[in-house]
C-alpha cells in the first residue's frame, strides 16, 4: 500500500517561497512509469494541477505557473517537494500530492491517479 503525506508550513507570507514536500512510503519514487505529482484546492474552487516529477527525474509543470514552480526529488529519502516562489493570497489551497501513471486505451491515453496525500492547508497572508 502507497502512501504519501504532505508536510510544511501552514502560512506563507506574500512574496516568499512555499515549500512543501511529500514523502513517500511503501513505494519507490523511481519506480518505472510512475508520475509524482503537486496539484491545489483555493477554497471554493476546483482541483488544480501544477506540476510532477517522473520516475527519471523529468519535470513537468503546468503553463500557467511554470514561472513560479519547481519540483525536485531526493531519492534516498523517498521524498519530493514543491517550491511556489512569489506567493500571494490566491495560492492559498489545499495543496496534495497524488502518484498517478499514464495508460492507453482505444486510441487515447489516460492520466489515472491512484494514490492521493490528505493534503495540508496552506495560507498565504501577512
Known amino acids: 500500500q502507497v502512501q504519501l503525506q504532505e508536510s510544511g508550513p501552514g502560512l506563507v507570507k506574500p512574496s516568499q517561497t512555499l515549500s512543501l514536500t511529500c514523502t513517500v512510503s511503501?513505494?519507490?519514487?523511481?519506480?518505472?512509469?510512475?508520475?509524482w505529482n503537486w496539484i491545489r484546492q483555493p477554497p471554493g474552487k476546483g482541483l488544480e494541477w501544477m506540476g510532477a516529477?517522473?520516475?527519471?527525474?523529468?519535470?513537468y509543470y503546468s503553463p500557467s505557473l511554470k514561472s513560479r514552480t519547481s519540483i525536485s526529488r531526493d531519492t534516498s529519502k523517498n521524498q519530493f517537494t514543491l517550491q511556489l516562489s512569489s506567493v500571494t493570497p490566491e495560492d492559498t489551497a489545499v495543496y496534495y500530492c497524488?502518484?498517478?501513471?499514464?495508460?492507453?486505451?482505444?486510441?487515447?491515453?489516460?492520466?489515472?491517479?491512484?494514490?492521493w496525500g490528505q493534503g495540508t492547508q496552506v495560507t498565504v497572508s501577512s
Open positions: 511503501g513505494g519507490s519514487i523511481t519506480t518505472s512509469s510512475y508520475y
Open positions: 497524488a502518484r498517478a501513471f499514464s495508460i492507453y486505451y482505444r486510441g487515447t491515453y489516460y492520466y489515472v491517479y491512484d494514490y
Open positions: 516529477i517522473d520516475y527519471s527525474g523529468g519535470t
